[in-house]
């Protein structure tokens, strides 16, 4: 069982930054594929970014270049460092983990199995 719990949410001016963190714990977290997602209300959840335990990454095209994931498996924790956010960018973020070491690409909310309880992002115009 692997739980995680993401923090870091809150309310910014377009053009600003944000860092998400999200504990995770539990059986062999530190070797799970580890990912965020975002759902705005009347949409549905969208793969962000994610990490393998060799710190691969992966970036869905609207964030690539604004958004960095990265993980320090010496504490458990999953960061996203958001900058240049957009009022598009507003949304529910999750955390999640998937029961394997590697997934495809896009990343899909199906092959994860471990989620978070979300925290809010808004991007102010």
């Known amino acids: 069982q692997v739980q995680v719990v993401e923090s870091g949410g809150g309310s910014v001016q377009a053009g600003g930054s944000l860092v998400l963190s999200c504990a995770a714990s539990g059986y062999r977290s530190s070797s799970l594929y580890m990912g965020w997602f975002r759902q705005a209300p009347g949409k549905g959840r969208e793969g962000v970014a994610g990490i393998d335990s060799d710190n691969k990454t992966y970036y869905a095209d609207s964030v690539k270049g604004r958004f960095t994931i990265s993980r320090d498996n010496a504490k458990s924790t999953l960061y996203l460092q958001m900058n240049s956010l957009k009022p598009e960018d507003s949304a529910m973020y999750y955390c999640?983990?998937?029961?394997?070491?590697?997934?495809?690409?896009?990343?899909?909310?199906?092959?994860?199995?471990?989620w978070g309880q979300g925290t809010q992002v808004t991007v102010s115009s």
């Open positions: 999640a983990a998937s029961p394997m070491s590697t997934v495809e690409t896009p990343i899909h909310r199906a092959d994860f199995g471990y």
